[in-house]
């Protein structure tokens, strides 16, 4: 009987906290994104692609690190929406606010 180790995959066990992990990822990486709020995001935009690609490869691609990335992105861009977006009503909801879904038939 013959067993063919290239089979088996690979499990691994991380013993860490991720949030831990990824804090730490982020405080080890900030000091090389630059110094103005721009360069900063410049360079985190191209970290975030060579990331992209790794995970679409899978050769060099180290998730806590792409989570520290995003993060870092998501600090150094200031807030596009304050408040959320008011979602649009569909189809069904307007019929049953005007009266003439099937929720507003009358009884007789």
């Known amino acids: 009987m013959h067993l063919c180790h ?14 831990e992990a990824i804090a730490a990822r982020v405080a080890a ?7 103005t709020g721009e360069e900063r995001q410049v360079a985190l935009r191209r970290l975030l692609r060579a990331e992209r690609r790794a995970a679409g490869t899978g050769i ?3 998730a806590m690190r792409h989570a520290a990335l995003r993060r870092l992105l998501a600090e150094a861009e200031p807030a596009r929406f304050t408040a959320p977006r008011p979602r649009p009503a569909r189809s069904h909801e307007k019929a049953a606010t005007r009266g003439g879904g099937p929720s507003s038939s009358t009884s007789r």
């Open 6 to 19: 290239r089979s088996r995959r690979i499990r691994v066990a991380r013993s860490e906290n991720p949030e």
């Open 60 to 62: 060099g691609y180290d």
């Open 29 to 35: 990486l900030r000091p090389f994104l630059g110094r």
